[in-house]
């Protein structure tokens, strides 16, 4: 079953096990599929979605199958779900329950997957990652970034970052899902990057664990200006890396040290602060939907959850009174539930 073609946007499934309809599809995309075995059939599922940098993808072998995943523009983090697989990179490592792998982007990288094996994938372009590595040490890498394969999905990183893939790829199953929202996909695919940078082991780990600094409060304040002067700009830890002129890891650890919190939780506070101030200045007949889409929030449900456990009220316009308090009370409680 065929429902998009490549280049793929948004949603793509696929379904075949005809390995001329597998390898037309894929081909376009740098993989190559071929079957193992007597029997020379394939049986492949793929479930992709494409979000603001990121893809998240499903795939299921019903036989035995190689694929050849010539890939010079993305990096890639495979975790199996049942089954087992074997990942050639510039190692080779065996996966299964335990074990996922980081694949680099280099001319070919080769998996061997067993018959009924699942695994989940996120994809990151090389660019992406690359800027993101350059915000954290402050300046341009001289060379290419290299992760080591294995991952370790029993504990540490490895097991924090595959539950996040879970619930990733359950949560775009939901149709009001935010992850498709522009804001939250680059948030995700932030969130991820970072988590490789930092724990994964790379050949600029060592650079990043040297860079340590004097507590400098004043990139603190003006990663915070530039914070507060574009609350409803679709900003990111890029951008306030720049604007706070130190390197990303220096500026995340003074934003722990001296705010308690990292810069993009503190970018969100302020934003749910800035639609509090607005909707105590609203006027009655003013949109609540307007309001916290001017800030950065386009998904009312999840918005409207969230702002009661931060402020213990739903969010609603005030009024001031304008007669008996009673009157003044029953119009207040009108306004939650228009």
């Known amino acids: 079953m065929l429902v998009a073609r490549p280049p793929w946007q948004g949603r793509v499934l696929f379904r075949s096990r005809d390995v001329d309809q597998t390898r037309a599809f894929f081909d376009p995309t740098g993989l190559r599929f071929d079957p193992i075995g007597s029997y020379r059939t394939l049986d492949v599922r793929f479930d992709v979605e494409l979000l603001s940098g990121i893809y998240v993808a499903f795939a299921h072998f019903g036989a035995a199958a190689v694929v050849r995943a010539a890939w010079e ?17 510039h190692e080779v490592v065996s996966c299964g329950m335990g074990q996922g792998v980081v694949l680099t982007p280099r001319r070919e990288n080769t998996m061997r997957s067993e018959a009924g094996a699942t695994r989940l994938s996120i994809a990151l372009t090389r660019d992406a990652m690359a800027q993101h ?4 040490l402050g300046t341009v890498p001289n060379a290419p970034l290299e992760f080591a394969a294995p991952l370790n999905l029993r504990e540490g990183h490895g097991r924090s970052l595959a539950r996040f893939v879970r619930i990733a790829i359950a949560e775009l199953e939901r149709p009001d899902t935010i992850l498709r929202e522009p804001m939250t996909a680059r948030s995700f695919r932030e969130f991820v990057t970072t ?53 990303g890891r220096t500026l995340i650890q003074h934003f722990r040290d001296f705010k308690g919190t990292s810069p993009m939780r503190y970018l969100r506070e302020a934003r749910f602060e800035r639609v509090r101030e607005a909707l105590n200045r609203a006027e009655p007949e003013g949109s609540i939907t307007e309001i916290a889409a001017r800030w950065g929030f386009s998904h009312m449900g999840r918005f409207s959850a969230d702002y009661r456990r931060r402020f213990g009220e739903p969010p609603r316009r005030h009024c001031e009174p304008r007669g008996p308090s009673q009157w003044c009370e029953a119009w207040c409680r009108l306004l939650v539930w228009r």
């Open 133 to 136: 590595l350059a915000a954290l």
């Open 195 to 247: 988590a490789l940078l930092l724990h994964q082991p790379h050949n600029y780990s060592e650079r990043l664990r040297r860079l340590e600094r004097p507590a400098a409060p004043r990139d603190v304040k003006r990663a915070i200006d530039y914070i507060e002067a574009n609350l409803g700009a679709a900003i990111g830890l890029p951008e306030i890396v720049a604007a706070s002129a130190v390197p």
């Open 73 to 89: 523009t993305a990096y890639a983090v495979k975790l199996p779900v049942q089954g087992r697989f074997e990942a050639a990179c």
